[in-house]
Antibody, heavy 119, light 110 residues
Framework: EVQLVQSGAEVKTPGESLKISCKGSGYNFRTYWIAWVRQMPGKGLEWMGIIYPGDSDTRYSSSFQGQVTISADKSITTAYLQWSSLKASDTAMYYC????????????WGQGTLVTVSS | NFMLTQPHSVSESPGKTVTISCTRSSGSIASNYVQWYQQRPGSAPTTVIYEDDQRPSGVPDRFSGSIDSSSNSASLTISGLKTEDEADYYCQSYDSSFMVFGGGTKLTVL
């Protein structure tokens, strides 16, 4: 059974750093793309970026380039999304999702990680 | 990059048919596959249509997808509406290493 298990909810203050995770199991971690998707409160889905764990090929949406870092550790089948300095506007639900091909559908989704940034 | 534009909301009665559109702002709608996702409140999205008109296993055949090059748009049609279909629906496509989501359509079944 394919599973994507994301790390738990986070409450942070502006300026703090954060790294959230997405652990994959039940499939070949190296050969599926992993994407991160943001959903701000009451808003729609936004694609942030994507990584291919097999060779670490990483691509970012122009809206998120330079704002976040996406990485993956094949040895523990886990992908990460990190911020060096959070802003209140980063408050959102963050989903990871996997795709077999970069042009294809999101095949499976994680349960989401709620990040709240507030002073 | 391009944008995908969806109506903000649609509503219809149980048993009826509803169609949600997704219009591509530039480039051909046919140049890259379109997917549709359903998101119920408090849940992660799930795929209801992929590759323009394909249905994942487990998705009822009441859900269908199509594209129309003349209007440069994709459509999701849900027939025989049920109250459980009430959700947000998002179209999604891809171009040159970038994925794009539509803004989402809230379907109310009343």
């Amino acid at each position: 059974e394919v599973q994507l298990v994301q790390s738990g909810a986070e409450v942070k203050t502006p300026g703090e750093s954060l790294k959230i995770s997405c652990k994959g199991s039940g499939y070949n971690f190296r050969t599926y793309w992993i994407a991160w998707v943001r959903q701000m409160p009451g808003k729609g889905l936004e694609w942030m970026g994507i990584i291919y764990p097999g060779d670490s090929d990483t691509r970012y949406s122009s809206s998120f380039q330079g704002q976040v870092t996406i990485s993956a550790d094949k040895s523990i089948t886990t992908a990460y999304l990190q911020w060096s300095s959070l802003k209140a506007s980063d408050t959102a639900m963050y989903y990871c999702a996997i795709l077999e091909t970069i042009t294809g559908p999101f095949d499976y989704w994680g349960q989401g990680t709620l990040v709240t940034v507030s002073s | 990059n391009f944008m995908l534009t969806q109506p903000h909301s649609v509503s219809e009665s149980p048993g009826k048919t509803v169609t949600i559109s997704c219009t591509r702002s530039s480039g051909s709608i046919a140049s890259n596959y379109v997917q549709w996702y359903q998101q119920r409140p408090g849940s992660a999205p799930t795929t209801v249509i992929y590759e323009d008109d394909q249905r994942p296993s487990g998705v009822p055949d009441r859900f269908s997808g199509s594209i129309d090059s003349s209007s440069n748009s994709a459509s999701l049609t849900i027939s025989g509406l049920k109250t459980e279909d009430e959700a947000d629906y998002y179209c999604q496509s891809y171009d040159s290493s970038f994925m794009v989501f539509g803004g989402g359509t809230k379907l109310t079944v009343l």
